[in-house]
């Protein structure tokens, strides 16, 4: 449950900042410094996805968006992943996303505000961060999980081959055990 509530927080941190910078830059296309050199607040109205790619399909952004938030909100709930990096990863991408389809539902776009001044990169907003951030989680948290997992399979199995060679070794030893009384008896039933 403290997973979703850091969902529910970054949602709620999301639409205060996009509200804050809307009252303030007031119109599309207004620009103020934020860190000169890296950042600018620039406000910019996304009617797509990242990138603009599916501008104007908004009724299918908010159905695909509702959809994996349902998915991750289920996975949550029934405590999956167990592992803390997978549940931050997974509330980090939720609050990210719930927060953007917010913004597509009630307004018609998305609010956009960070416009970065070294390179040439889409605007983006506070979601985008938190999504973009429990994406490389996730990832982690995926590779690091199959490393362990393939540790534990490795231990598995050397305890397996173990015990079989273990069993192997108490085989052959009541192996000679009867063939040792078997050779007795055979000498026993020679005389």
């Not at 996805?49 to 695909?64: E, M, P, Y």
């Not at 998915?71 to 991408?93: E, H, N, Q, V």
């Not at 597509?104 to 990169?121: A, Q, S």
Request: charged fraction near 20%; glycine fraction near 6%.
């Amino acid at each position: 449950m403290p997973y979703v509530l850091l969902s529910a927080l970054i949602v709620v941190l999301d639409q205060w900042y996009k509200g804050l910078v809307t009252r303030h830059l007031a119109r599309v296309g207004a620009s103020a410094a934020f860190l000169p050199g890296i950042l600018r607040l620039t406000l910019v109205h996304n009617t797509g996805a990242s990138w603009g790619i599916l501008s104007g399909r908004t009724t299918f952004l908010l159905i695909v968006t509702a959809l994996v938030c349902l998915a991750l909100l289920c996975a949550m709930l029934l405590d999956k992943p167990a592992a803390r990096l997978g549940k931050i990863s997974f509330a980090f991408i939720l609050g990210g996303a719930v927060g953007n389809a917010l913004d597509r539902y009630l307004l018609g776009y998305v609010v956009d505000m960070f416009e970065t001044e070294f390179m040439n990169f889409p605007v983006f907003n506070v979601a985008d961060c938190f999504i973009t951030v429990g994406a490389v989680l996730l990832c982690v948290w995926v590779l690091t999980d199959e490393k362990k997992n393939r540790l534990q399979r490795r231990e598995a199995s050397r305890q397996r081959w173990e015990k079989s060679r273990e069993a192997a070794k108490a085989d052959a030893a009541l192996a000679e055990q009867t063939r040792r009384e078997f050779d007795a008896d055979d000498d026993l039933s020679d005389r």
